[in-house]
């Protein structure tokens, strides 16, 4: 199972952009979807999570300008980023848990990483 990521790209503060990220198979279920980023010189983070049932976590330094929602039709995360500050800038990973069809266990899925640029 691939992760394809797309919507990363260069935008200037204020601006908004939106990360799309779907598996390359449909998955017999998925439990949790999220969006990770990671900076240079700094550990990966939580950007945002949304489990099942529609419950969302989101890091304390986009709540209110970042939105994740989920299209389990599609398998497919989106990331909505608005009012984009130049801290935003990194690379944002596609993260799912999730079972294949005639597996008895979850498993952990990334995406390869899509680039956000943030100028000021």
């Known amino acids: 199972v691939q992760l394809v990521e797309s919507g990363g790209g260069l935008v200037q503060a204020g601006g908004s952009l939106r990360l799309s990220c779907a598996t390359s198979?449909?998955?017999?279920?998925?439990?949790?979807m999220g969006w990770y980023r990671q900076a240079p010189g700094d550990q990966r983070e939580l950007v945002a999570r949304?489990?099942?049932?529609?419950?969302?976590n989101y890091a304390d330094s986009v709540k209110g300008r970042f939105t994740i929602s989920r299209d389990d039709a599609k398998n497919t995360v989106y990331l909505q980023m608005n009012s984009l500050k130049p801290e935003d800038t990194a690379v944002y990973y596609c993260?799912?848990?999730?079972?294949?069809?005639?597996?008895?266990?979850?498993?952990?899925?990334w995406g390869q990483g899509t680039q956000v640029t943030v100028s000021s």
């Open positions: 198979i449909r998955l017999f279920s998925i439990d949790v």
């Open positions: 949304i489990t099942r049932n529609g419950a969302t």
């Open positions: 993260n799912v848990v999730g079972r294949e069809f005639y597996s008895s266990t979850s498993t952990n899925y």
